[in-house]
Every structure is written in structure tokens, then in C-alpha cells.
């Protein structure tokens, strides 16, 4: 008689290949009146959601090598009067028209995709493609596609017509980066009380430069500040305070030798440096305080920060950590993963003191979680609700996001509304009811993938409910491609 246990094996909680379904291409453009829907839209919800994420899995039927190389395309959701309208259309950036008229890969991207015919045709070819596909703001009467390598691309609001690249009215310069991850500080202390939005560029090499823009509600530049940074750089996101932008400096290498000969894309090259801690800068947002602070900590590696604030001396700032960040491996496809071989996204609180340079670390949620979104009156203060795409089960292991987590950081209370077992949620984005009072009257939009219809669904979730029934699930005719980010802007276009 054997002896043997067999070990327990997770009950996974989602089908692999309806999960992998949610990275085919839609190369269609579509525009309608959203008819198909379970519940009602609240009559009071006016506004739009612009979404952006990769459209294109393949160009021309060759695959891409990794979805963050995929071409940008724009979905908007514009609430009126209890009704829906949906668009979405591609950025026509020069590179995404050049490859649709020659259907096929004509440019290298950041994460590996490369030119047909291997190395001696990528070879010393480091011209990277701006795919302008990470998210999409309102800001200044403008609606911009970004990608954090480049500058922006200005898109017409209300068709998702692509006007071309934006200088930002000569904020910019040609060449420049903007990052993607811009906030919108709600109400700025230098400036009276008028919200601004806070972005920033980096320029990585042997030490890096990081530049800090605030820019006003008209689109007028009101400052801009450069900071060098000691060593090599891979920063996606920051957050900011009244008084500072924090920056998580990850412990990684730059190698660019596999990128210029033609072997690796080039963000392939960044390698994980488990060893070293993470440097965190702290610069003061006014330009006239120059005197930047700088803490280490054990953090393993943060793609996105959910919230930062004061507390008298202390800084603190809620992240999204990752015990590694896994190498991509040369020829392995990004839909053949094995979450169970992943490290999981996590959520702590790092507290840092200002007067004795000490910093504390807290794990807040250890189940899987990723893409956090607050109430945007609460970025950079005290807040208490956190919405968070998340794993179905709290196993502590990677998994696909299936559900949206809600998070009481006063109380400690979780609330999971799941969509598994065919459900698969991108970036929750929380809107204010009008009038609100509680920070959590809201309602909590995600598009969400269904598997077994291969198709999206744009989910409506009452803030102080989370887990009870949709107010309204909005089906599309069709699937859209896993996003990356996005934003609300409180008129209908
Ligand atoms: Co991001």
C-alpha cells in the first residue's frame, strides 16, 4: 500500500484557456449605443471612461512577444441620461499605420518583439516604437494616449481620432518622455487650492534624471524641476503628498548589450538585483526646496503605488510589491505562464519618518492584487477605501485578477465582489457620486472579460456594496484585449 499523499493542489478558480483568450487582437473599431444590459445605469452617472491597452496581440498574424508591446487602442464609456456609449479605436501613432499598410512587424518593442529574420536584422537597431498604449488622461482640454518612453499622442475626445504627437503646447520637447502614471493632486497648496496634475519623465543611464511637471487645469505648466538620481533607473509610477513625489528606485541592472545586438528588447535587459535594497526618494514637489531625501528599504520591486500621505513627520505610501520580478525568458510565450511559479503582487505600507530617517514596512493584504485606484478626492491625504483588482482565493500565490477587492485601511475589512470562474477584471476606477459625502459613495467601474463569451463586459459596482449584485453589467458585442489604465473625465463626450 503507498504511502504517498498526493499535495494538495489549489482549486484554480479560473480556466487557462479562456484566460488566454482575453490576449486576441481586436483589430476592429466599433461605435454604439451599449444595448445589452443586466440592471440599470444610474440616471446621475454623467461622464466618461477612456480606457487604454494593447489591441494588437499580432501584427499581421506573427504574435508579438509580450502584450506591453502591443498597439494602444482607446475604448470610451460615455454615461448620459441612464444610457451607455461605447467607442474604441487605435492610436494611429506613424508606427502602428507603417505595420497595418505593410501587415507586418517592422519596428522592435521594448519587451521583446523583434523584426523577422533574427539578430543580423535587429542588430544595432535601437529605435524604439512609441505604441502609446499604457493610458489615457483628460487634462488642459486635451485627451492624451501615453506611454512612458515618449511623448504623448492628443486624440479627438469625442471620435478617438488620433491628431498626432503633443508637445503639450512646448511644455515638451521632441524626444522628451512623459510617464503614464501622472495624479491629479486635487488640491494643490501652491497653488491656492486649485488642483494640478503632477507627472514626470526619467531619462535612465549610469545615473538618471527624473524631472517633475505640475501642470494647471488650462494646460499652462505652472512648474518643472530636475533631480539626477545616483545609477540606472526603472521607475513605471510614483506618488505624491502636499509636499513631495515619492519615487521607488528598484534594485535592478541595466544590461544593453543583448538589446543592441539585436538579441533582447530592450526592457528585457533590466535585471532584478534580489540582493540589493530599494532606494526611495523623496522630492519636495516646491522647486525652491531642493533639499531631496533619500531611504532604503527591502521592498522587492513596485510597478504601481495605490496612495501616499502626511502624517506630522512621517510619510507614508501604500505599493503593490512583488518578491521578484521575473526575467522574461528567451522564446517562452507570455500565455503559457505558470502563476503558481510567480511571485504574487502584494500590498504594504511603508512609513517613512523624516526627522530620524527610520521607515517602517507593514503588509496590508497578502493575497494577489494588482491595479489600485482610491477616490480621487483622497490622492495624496489620508484615506480609507482601497479598490484593487485581485486573485479569486487568498492563497498568497500569483493568479489571474478576477474579482475587486475593497479594502477598509481603518478597519482592516475586505470585500471581494469575484467574477470567477470566467471572469478575468482589469483596473478599477472609482467615480464620486455627485454630492457625495462618505469617501466610499461611489461607483466602481471595470471591464471586465468573460471566457465562456469570449467577450467584455463593463461592470458597475456600488462603492459601499461591493459584494452585492452588479448596479449594472454593460455587454459589449465583442472582447477587448486585457488594459492597462485609465481615468474618468466628468463630462460626456
Ligand atoms: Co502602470
Not at 209 to 223: M, Q, Y
Not at 235 to 252: K, L, S, W
Not at 372 to 396: M, W
Request: glycine letters at 8%; a negative charge; proline letters at 8%.
Amino acid at each position: 500500500m503507498k504511502n504517498a499523499i498526493a499535495k494538495p493542489e489549489p482549486n484554480p478558480s479560473y480556466y487557462l484557456e479562456e484566460w488566454q483568450r482575453g490576449y486576441e487582437s481586436q483589430p476592429q473599431e466599433f461605435e454604439y449605443t451599449i444595448e445589452d444590459i443586466v440592471g440599470e445605469i444610474p440616471p446621475d452617472l454623467t461622464g466618461t471612461l477612456f480606457r487604454n491597452g494593447p489591441g494588437l496581440l499580432d501584427i499581421g498574424g506573427t504574435p508579438i512577444y509580450h502584450p506591453f508591446d502591443g498597439d494602444g487602442m482607446i475604448c470610451s464609456f460615455s454615461f448620459q441620461d441612464g444610457k451607455a456609449y461605447f467607442r474604441n479605436r487605435f492610436v494611429e501613432t506613424e508606427y502602428y499605420l507603417e505595420e497595418k499598410k505593410a501587415q507586418k512587424i517592422l519596428y522592435r518593442g521594448v519587451f521583446g518583439t523583434q523584426k523577422p529574420g533574427g539578430w543580423l536584422n535587429n542588430i544595432f537597431d535601437i529605435k524604439l516604437k512609441n505604441i502609446a498604449n499604457t493610458n489615457v488622461i483628460h487634462w488642459g482640454d486635451k485627451l492624451l494616449a501615453l506611454w512612458e518612453a515618449a511623448e504623448p499622442h492628443a486624440l479627438d475626445p469625442k471620435t478617438l481620432e488620433t491628431k498626432g504627437i503633443d508637445y503639450l503646447d512646448g511644455i515638451l520637447q521632441p524626444g522628451d518622455s512623459f510617464s503614464a502614471h501622472p495624479w491629479i493632486d486635487p488640491s494643490c497648496e501652491l497653488d491656492g487650492g486649485k488642483p494640478c496634475l503632477v507627472n514626470f519623465s526619467i531619462e535612465p543611464g549610469l545615473s538618471s534624471k527624473i524631472t517633475i511637471f505640475e501642470i494647471a487645469s488650462d494646460g499652462k505648466l505652472l512648474r518643472r524641476h530636475s533631480h539626477t538620481i545616483p545609477d540606472f533607473s526603472f521607475i513605471h509610477d510614483f506618488a505624491i503628498t502636499p509636499h513631495y513625489c515619492i519615487f521607488f528606485q528598484n534594485p535592478v541592472n541595466f544590461n544593453p548589450l543583448p538589446f543592441v545586438f539585436g538579441l533582447k528588447g530592450a526592457g528585457e535587459c533590466v535585471e532584478f538585483q534580489p540582493q540589493k535594497p530599494t532606494r526611495v526618494i523623496l522630492i519636495p514637489r516646491d522647486p525652491n526646496n531642493r533639499e531631496v531625501q533619500t531611504f532604503t528599504v527591502e521592498s522587492g520591486f513596485v510597478f504601481h503605488h495605490a496612495n501616499a500621505f502626511e502624517v506630522e513627520n512621517q510619510v507614508c505610501i501604500d505599493s503593490i510589491t512583488y518578491a521578484s520580478l521575473p526575467q522574461v525568458q528567451p522564446d517562452s510565450n507570455y500565455k503559457e505562464v505558470d502563476f503558481n511559479n510567480l511571485d504574487p503582487g502584494q500590498l504594504w505600507r511603508f512609513t517613512f519618518n523624516l526627522s530620524d530617517g527610520s521607515v517602517t514596512k507593514k503588509m496590508i493584504e497578502s493575497s494577489c492584487c494588482e491595479f489600485p485606484s482610491v477616490n480621487p478626492d483622497k490622492v495624496g491625504r489620508e484615506y480609507r477605501y482601497l479598490f484593487i483588482g485581485a486573485a479569486d482565493q487568498d492563497t498568497e500565490r500569483n493568479a489571474p485578477l478576477q474579482g475587486i477587492l475593497k479594502l477598509d485601511l481603518v478597519t482592516g475589512e475586505r470585500q471581494l465582489h469575484s467574477f470567477a470562474p470566467h471572469g478575468y477584471v482589469s483596473e478599477p476606477i472609482f467615480v464620486p457620486k455627485p454630492n457625495a459625502v462618505a469617501e466610499d459613495e461611489g461607483w466602481v467601474l471595470t471591464l471586465v472579460y468573460d471566457g465562456k463569451n469570449h467577450r467584455s463586459t463593463l461592470a458597475i459596482l456600488d462603492g459601499q456594496n461591493i459584494q452585492g449584485e452588479p448596479i449594472a453589467l454593460l455587454n459589449l458585442k465583442h472582447h477587448i484585449p486585457y488594459g492597462l489604465h485609465g481615468s474618468w473625465h466628468p463630462l460626456a463626450v
